[in-house]
């Protein structure tokens, strides 16, 4: 079994900051990528940042320059550092990773269960 566990949402004024970051643990063979993505209300889910299989990183244009992504290979973490926090950043973040749990395995999509950002004064 794989557990991704997301921490650090939370209510912040706008222009504000926070960081979010994502453990994945369990059997765990190998990670091909990693990223954040995020859901509000009424919209579909939508890819925030992520770092590809080759290790490149690609952000939504709406945060491009506010939000940063990295990533512990070691540890198996990825993390979100959000500046310039606005109102429409409000949503639901889910940390993603497509990895296999063994050699023979195929690639597999995995979830975190979602942290709540809220941007409001």
């Known amino acids: 079994q794989v557990q991704l566990v997301e921490s650090g949402g939370g209510l912040v004024q706008p222009g504000g900051s926070l960081r979010l970051s994502c453990a994945a643990s369990?059997?765990?063979?190998?990670?091909?990528?990693m990223g954040w993505y995020r859901q509000a209300p009424g919209k579909q889910r939508e890819m925030v940042a992520a770092?590809?299989?080759?290790?490149?990183?690609n952000y939504a244009d709406s945060v491009k320059g506010r939000f940063t992504i990295s990533r512990d290979r070691r540890k198996n973490t990825v993390s979100l550092q959000m500046t310039s926090l606005k109102p429409e950043d409000t949503a639901a973040y889910y940390c993603?990773?497509?990895?296999?749990?063994?050699?023979?395995?195929?690639?597999?999509?995995?979830w975190g269960q979602g942290t709540q950002v809220t941007v409001s004064s």
């Open positions: 993603n990773m497509e990895l296999r749990t063994r050699p023979s395995a195929t690639i597999a999509d995995y």
């Open positions: 770092f590809t299989s080759g290790g490149n990183t």
């Open positions: 369990g059997s765990i063979f190998s990670i091909y990528t």
